[in-house]
């Protein structure tokens, strides 16, 4: 960050574990009582200072690759590197609280990171993996590389806006309205399948990878009722991998009117909700989970065996009544 800011530029990156960052000010600087748990005063301004003419040399002469050479592992006890890792912390300090504490940037800043990424993504499964040796020692080499791999994804991207354009005025055609442009989300628990087909958000899922979206139809909204997000709640999920699918997601909600709604998913193909008067106990809700989902209804893959995400199911079920059956659940 402090060399594109030197350059004139701000660099915006999406940075993981952010919850996990902490600011960076000045040795003698005043910190608030607010931010003082998440702030380290160890940033040397004497040694920005004496460092400061090399590193603005750096980056108005050096090309990126030297300048990624100056600084990288190998420059790690030079004090130009590290004066200027105490400039990137100040300015990345900067960044945070302009991220935390102004909405329209931080609203703005996602929407450009999403787009620049989803044009990776296709770019990535256009082709993944390391360009060959000999078509990186050149430039112009390397440049008719990289051309003709955004050519592609322009070219992806071409088709897939026109077959969605072709759907829309399908659906223009048949129902004489207008699709409105973007996704609306409103605020009473159904799905809008088309223009006139609402459907139960529980009954949208019909199986792996399945639901009930016809060719040429479109989810066009999701509503969720004011009542819902006033519930009381209890969340569980477990998972052996880091990304793919749960081995177990449950969801308990409880409403003023002391209605109990329990929402299985991931261990079963489709969603599975039991819905309870009150409080049942340990053995009906037990008895409910063994009529709604047979012991062979359970998913089978790599993620999880149905036995062991038929235990979880029960398990995490439990947990969730007792949850909700206390007075200091979540609101």
Known sequence: MGLARVLGFDLCPRLSHLRDRRLHVPQQHTVPAEPIAVTDRDVRMDLIASIWDEFVRVAGQCTAVQALSRFGSAARGQPVDDGGVHIGRLFRTIYLIDYFTNPAFRTELQHVLNRGEAVHTVQRAIHIGKIPLELTRHHDSLAAVCSVLALLSNAV???????????????????????????????????????????????????????????????????????????????????????????????????????????????????????????????????????????????????????????????????????????????
């Not at 087909?197 to 066009?220: K, M, S, Y």
């Not at 009722?225 to 880091?242: D, E, I, Q």
């Not at 062979?296 to 009544?321: M, S």
Request: charged share 20%; proline share 5%.
């Open 157 to 331: 991207m071409a088709w897939n806006t026109i077959r969605m354009q072709r759907a829309v005025d399908q659906i223009e055609a048949m129902s004489g309205e207008a699709v409105p442009t973007g996704r609306r989300y409103d605020l009473d628990g159904q799905c809008t399948r088309g223009y006139a087909h609402p459907v139960a958000a529980l009954d949208f899922v019909t199986g792996n990878h399945r639901n009930i979206l016809q060719a040429g139809e479109l989810l066009r909204s999701i509503h969720l009722p004011a009542t819902a997000l006033s519930k009381r709640y209890a969340f569980r999920r477990a998972s052996l991998v880091k990304l793919g699918r749960s081995a177990a997601l449950l969801i308990g909600t409880r409403g003023s009117d002391g209605h109990l709604l329990i929402t299985v998913t991931a261990s079963t193909p489709r969603p599975v909700q039991l819905a309870f008067a009150g409080i049942p106990t340990a053995e009906e809700l037990r008895r409910a989970i063994a009529s709604a989902i047979p012991d062979d209804g359970y998913f089978d893959d790599v993620n999880g065996l149905p036995d062991y995400r038929r235990h979880l199911t029960y398990y995490f079920a439990e947990q969730i009544r007792v949850e909700l059956t206390q007075s200091g659940s979540k609101a």
